[in-house]
């Protein structure tokens, strides 16, 4: 079956504690991106690769690192996170032609509070 | 700076009646437009998108217009069902340069169906 994965699916810790959340698909798509959903602010990029090894920022990148090390997987990482880093957390990827065109498969989400 | 507005936070439409949502824009290098559905607890799922040359697409009960000199896109469902009852989410994707595209979404409008 056709997935994104995202690992934890919720997860509550502390200010300064560094935590990785891991993102992995299937289906062999060249692009990956993270995403955080606000109340009232929608959806709004953090960062994005479109390639192994090829990573840039998006709309919200303060805070967060990416690695692309392996085309499957895409981890985004808070080395020290702060409560307004409280967010529900998506992970996408899609083919590359024509780049983002291709319509992106979402995984189901990671629900993160920072106390 | 919001790019990619939906100024209608919620929907309510009764069943079998048709369901308009907008989306408005303001970049006029965005060249390709999608529409997403979210339901509670899950990631976004593709739901229709349309390229800048064309002002139509349809896809069974969903349809999306595009009016590029009022830089406005909708997206109709007809009939409307219960299950439609969502969040859809309005994205934009412009060329940025160097072999990567800008994807931004709007806020998302929540749609409730009665029966």
């Known amino acids: 079956e056709a997935q994104v994965t995202q690992n934890p699916r919720y997860l509550i810790t502390v200010t300064g504690k560094k935590l990785t959340v891991t993102c992995s698909q299937n289906m062999n798509h060249e692009y990956m991106s993270w995403y955080r959903q606000d109340p009232g602010l929608g959806l709004r990029q953090i960062y994005y690769?479109?390639?192994?090894?090829?990573?840039d920022k998006g709309d919200v990148p303060e805070g967060y690192k990416v690695s692309r090390k392996e085309k499957r997987n895409f981890p985004l990482i808070l080395e020290s996170p702060s409560p307004n880093q409280t967010s529900l957390y998506f992970c996408a990827s899609s083919f590359r032609s024509r780049g983002i065109n291709q319509p992106q498969h979402f995984g189901d989400g990671t629900r993160l509070s920072i106390l | 700076d919001q790019q990619v507005k939906q100024n209608s936070p919620s929907l309510s439409v009764q069943e079998g009646r048709i369901s308009i949502l907008n989306c408005d824009y303001t970049n006029s290098m965005f060249d390709y437009f999608l529409w997403y559905k979210k339901y509670p607890a899950e990631g976004p799922t593709f739901l229709i998108s349309i390229s800048s040359i064309k002002d139509k697409n349809e896809d069974g009960r969903f349809t999306v217009f595009l009016n590029k000199s009022a830089k406005h896109l909708s997206l109709h469902i007809v009939p409307s069902q219960p299950g439609d009852s969502a969040v859809y989410f309005c994205?934009?994707?412009?060329?940025?340069?160097?072999?990567?595209?800008?994807?931004?979404f709007g806020k998302g409008t929540k749609l409730s169906v009665i029966p």
């Open positions: 994205a934009a994707v412009a060329y940025s340069g160097a072999g990567s595209y800008q994807l931004t």
């Open positions: 690769s479109m390639n192994v090894e090829v990573t």
